[in-house]
């Protein structure tokens, strides 16, 4: 059967509730209908991005009675409209009382108003006293009349009041009057997607809640991130994100924080989406591990990994050529969303054509220093051996003397090798899905592909980053503003391959600076002798000489220049790290990672929303 998408729909039947979030539901609908007296009262569900607010409210507005009083309504303020956010949640409410209650209600307004306007919409309706009997009559329905209602008591500052009380009045009547119906009615109002607004919007709704709205016969449920909020009405509150937190302390009386799904919860929601797409057998527990670590055990996120995989596998058929397939495609996704740094140096290093075989000899070795084999012919003395002068590290010649000199010369190694190399070899999930993409062939395969055709989808920034904090729950991308903060700034990049750097330079002239890239040291050299730039980006490996770049940048230093300096290059060693900080320079892998340098070394302010993370964390 073909691999099929899963959606991302909120959940709402019993047989859909993967992560189990059914009892939770009925605890919150139990509290609701037990504390209904109580109204007016503001409950938040509180949880980041992806983690299933919006399949929580719709389980706990199918748990309340509807034979009860209760009457529930929905209000997304996502899609309400910026500047009508507050109308528009006002006339959700209205509009789900009773009728007669309305109509009662807006006769009064329309006589203590004097209205005449309202004449020129009926037609053939002519003097106030017809237009009131219009309104008894039902000539108009509550939709129509809520309308006029707002259009008579929203013109100015001065009728706030007014409508408050109204608002309050009518609540009241619907509430303890209602034909004789039985009293302790309540509306429940379920407020979505509230964290997704702007702040403008954010602040209106709460205005909404708390000006207008504060009445008997009202519960709210706000489905929010309420660090988000925080930010958004921190403005109003006239101070920062504490100010904001306390500000929203008078709005809600509770907030629910949504726990992170458990293991087994999460396994459950792998399990079926991996059955709704038709990947159960790609998924294994090595893969199903990897999801529950590293997406921060997010259902949103969870699916979209699950989704890239059945878009590139339907649109390239060239996974499913020999020795690529489904697995290897599986495990470029993985990389390319959940081990980005990796990734970004499989597809760009320059050093060597099997990042991941020089990994997984890193593997081997690491394993067995402690207690090293006895025979010289061991299998993984080729392995030592092989590594060790892959990355130029002195193998003695007396097999006694390489034993006891191992340790020593393992650090020696490290040194050589990409800085993550040491934590994700921890990470015994990577290691196992890195050897489970089959031998050299296979993998100079799979480096080839990603080289040449890069994969489509989309790379999000991971949760284990800074990044992920800065477009998710901490600041919205809509924030940002990149137009012109290296307005003048003048660069000039040294790479003996200019594509490259093309992509970086890019950045920097769409945000105004001026970019010259040369191929060689000495144009290089002279062009910063006629006119010293803002910055220099260098590579560091040219060629057959792995020390360029130093070699470069030493002369730069020798020659006065003493501003800025980035290497750009595919690893970060620790050997690296060091010489470049003796040059006076910075050095990272990741094109934003360059540009968060240069604005902290040209103290350039960084965007509006932008939190800068480590310097070799997730491109793009």
């Given at each position: 059967?073909?691999?099929?998408?899963?959606?991302?729909?909120?959940?709402?039947?019993?047989?859909d509730?993967?992560l189990?979030?059914?009892?939770?539901?009925?605890?919150?609908?139990?509290?609701?209908?037990?504390?209904?007296?109580?109204s007016?009262?503001?409950?938040?569900?509180?949880?980041s991005?992806?983690?299933?607010?919006?399949?929580?409210?719709?389980?706990?507005?199918?748990?309340?009675?509807?034979?009860?009083?209760?009457?529930?309504?929905r209000?997304n303020?996502?899609?309400?409209?910026g500047?009508?956010?507050?109308?528009?949640?006002?006339?959700?409410?209205?509009v789900?009382?009773?009728?007669?209650?309305v109509?009662?209600?807006?006769?009064?307004?329309?006589?203590?108003?004097?209205?005449?306007?309202?004449?020129?919409?009926?037609?053939g309706?002519?003097?106030?006293?017809?237009?009131?009997?219009?309104?008894?009559g039902?000539?108009?329905?509550?939709?129509?009349?809520?309308d006029?209602?707002?259009a008579?008591?929203?013109?100015?500052a001065?009728s706030?009041?007014?409508?408050?009380?109204?608002?309050?009045?009518?609540?009241?009547?619907?509430?303890k009057?209602?034909?004789?119906?039985?009293?302790?009615?309540?509306?429940?109002?379920?407020?979505?997607?509230?964290?997704?607004c702007?702040?403008?919007?954010?602040?209106?709704?709460?205005?909404?809640?708390?000006?207008?709205?504060?009445?008997?016969?009202?519960?709210f449920?706000?489905?929010?991130?309420?660090?988000?909020?925080?930010?958004?009405?921190?403005?109003?509150?006239?101070?920062?994100?504490?100010?904001?937190?306390?500000?929203l302390?008078?709005?809600?009386?509770?907030?629910?924080?949504?726990?992170?799904?458990?293991?087994?919860?999460v396994?459950?929601?792998?399990?079926?989406?991996?059955?709704?797409?038709?990947?159960?057998?790609?998924?294994?527990?090595?893969?199903?591990?990897?999801?529950?670590?590293?997406?921060g055990?997010n259902?949103?996120r969870?699916?979209?990994?699950?989704?890239?995989f059945?878009?590139?596998?339907?649109?390239?058929?060239?996974?499913?050529?020999?020795?690529?397939?489904?697995?290897?495609?599986?495990?470029?996704?993985?990389?390319?969303?959940?081990y980005?740094?990796?990734?970004?140096?499989?597809?760009?290093?320059?050093q060597?054509?099997?990042?991941?075989?020089?990994?997984?000899?890193?593997a081997?070795?690491?394993?067995?220093?402690p207690?090293?084999?006895?025979?010289?012919?061991?299998?993984?003395?080729?392995?030592?051996?092989?590594?060790?002068?892959?990355?130029?590290?002195?193998?003695?010649?007396?097999?006694?003397?390489?034993?006891?000199?191992?340790?020593?010369?393992?650090?020696?190694?490290?040194?050589?090798?990409?800085?993550?190399?040491?934590?994700?070899v921890?990470?015994?999930?990577?290691?196992?899905?890195?050897?489970?993409?089959?031998?050299?062939?296979?993998?100079?395969?799979?480096?080839?592909?990603?080289?040449?055709?890069?994969?489509?989808?989309?790379?999000i920034?991971?949760?284990?980053?800074?990044e992920?904090?800065?477009?998710?729950?901490?600041?919205?991308?809509?924030?940002?503003?990149?137009?012109?903060?290296?307005?003048?700034?003048?660069?000039?990049?040294?790479?003996?391959?200019?594509?490259?750097?093309?992509?970086?330079?890019?950045?920097?002239?769409?945000?105004?600076?001026v970019?010259?890239i040369?191929?060689?040291?000495?144009?290089?050299?002279?062009?910063v002798?006629?006119?010293?730039?803002?910055?220099?980006?260098?590579?560091?490996?040219?060629?057959?000489?792995?020390?360029?770049?130093?070699?470069?940048?030493?002369?730069?230093?020798?020659?006065?220049?003493?501003r800025?300096?980035v290497?750009?290059t595919g690893?970060?060693?620790?050997?690296?790290?060091?010489?470049?900080?003796?040059?006076?320079?910075?050095?990272?892998?990741?094109?934003?990672?360059?540009?968060?340098?240069?604005?902290?070394?040209?103290?350039?302010?960084?965007?509006?929303?932008?939190?800068?993370?480590?310097?070799?964390g997730?491109s793009?």
């Amino acid at each position: 059967m073909p691999y099929k998408l899963v959606n991302d729909q909120p959940v709402e039947a019993p047989e859909d509730d993967l992560l189990g979030s059914g009892a939770i539901a009925a605890g919150i609908a139990s509290m609701i209908v037990a504390s209904r007296a109580a109204s007016p009262l503001v409950l938040a569900v509180d949880a980041s991005w992806g983690m299933g607010k919006s399949t929580l409210l719709r389980q706990i507005e199918a748990e309340l009675p509807k034979s009860s009083g209760i009457i529930t309504e929905r209000f997304n303020a996502w899609t309400a409209g910026g500047d009508r956010a507050l109308e528009g949640l006002i006339k959700s409410v209205l509009v789900k009382l009773d009728k007669n209650v309305v109509r009662r209600w807006a006769r009064q307004v329309l006589k203590r108003k004097r209205i005449t306007g309202l004449a020129k919409l009926v037609a053939g309706v002519t003097g106030l006293a017809k237009l009131v009997a219009g309104v008894t009559g039902r000539l108009l329905g509550v939709n129509r009349l809520v309308d006029e209602i707002w259009a008579r008591l929203s013109v100015d500052a001065s009728s706030g009041n007014e409508l408050r009380g109204l608002i309050q009045g009518m609540l009241s009547d619907w509430v303890k009057v209602d034909g004789g119906r039985a009293p302790g009615r309540v509306l429940v109002m379920f407020v979505d997607d509230l964290d997704r607004c702007s702040d403008e919007v954010v602040v209106k709704v709460c205005e909404a809640v708390k000006l207008y709205l504060d009445a008997p016969g009202l519960i709210f449920v706000l489905c929010c991130d309420q660090a988000v909020l925080a930010r958004g009405v921190s403005g109003p509150a006239r101070g920062g994100l504490g100010e904001g937190r306390s500000y929203l302390e008078k709005i809600v009386q509770v907030a629910y924080r949504l726990p992170q799904p458990e293991d087994g919860q999460v396994r459950r929601l792998i399990d079926g989406c991996a059955r709704r797409s038709g990947t159960t057998a790609l998924i294994d527990d090595t893969v199903a591990d990897i999801l529950i670590d590293r997406t921060g055990r997010n259902p949103r996120r969870i699916k979209r990994i699950i989704n890239s995989f059945v878009l590139e596998h339907q649109l390239d058929p060239a996974w499913q050529r020999p020795p690529l397939g489904s697995t290897q495609l599986v495990t470029a996704i993985l990389l390319q969303q959940l081990y980005s740094p990796f990734y970004d140096m499989l597809v760009r290093q320059y050093q060597t054509a099997d990042l991941i075989g020089e990994f997984l000899d890193y593997a081997d070795v690491r394993e067995l220093i402690p207690t090293p084999p006895g025979r010289e012919d061991d299998q993984w003395w080729v392995t030592v051996r092989r590594s060790f002068e892959t990355h130029r590290v002195a193998v003695p010649d007396s097999f006694a003397e390489f034993r006891e000199l191992l340790p020593a010369g393992f650090q020696e190694l490290e040194r050589e090798l990409p800085e993550e190399f040491a934590a994700w070899v921890r990470d015994e999930a990577f290691v196992s899905l890195l050897r489970g993409i089959g031998g050299q062939e296979t993998r100079d395969a799979l480096r080839r592909k990603l080289v040449n055709r890069p994969l489509a989808t989309e790379q999000i920034p991971s949760p284990l980053s800074a990044e992920w904090e800065s477009s998710s729950s901490a600041v919205r991308l809509s924030d940002r503003d990149e137009s012109a903060d290296f307005q003048g700034r003048r660069f000039v990049f040294v790479d003996d391959n200019p594509p490259s750097v093309a992509e970086l330079a890019s950045m920097l002239e769409e945000r105004g600076a001026v970019v010259k890239i040369h191929s060689t040291s000495a144009k290089a050299l002279v062009e910063v002798a006629q006119l010293p730039p803002d910055a220099v980006v260098s590579d560091i490996t040219r060629g057959k000489d792995l020390e360029a770049g130093f070699t470069f940048v030493e002369e730069l230093r020798r020659r006065g220049y003493d501003r800025p300096v980035v290497f750009f290059t595919g690893r970060v060693t620790p050997q690296r790290r060091d010489r470049a900080l003796e040059l006076g320079a910075e050095i990272a892998v990741a094109e934003y990672a360059v540009v968060a340098i240069l604005r902290s070394a040209l103290k350039v302010a960084p965007p509006v929303g932008i939190q800068v993370g480590g310097l070799a964390g997730p491109s793009r």
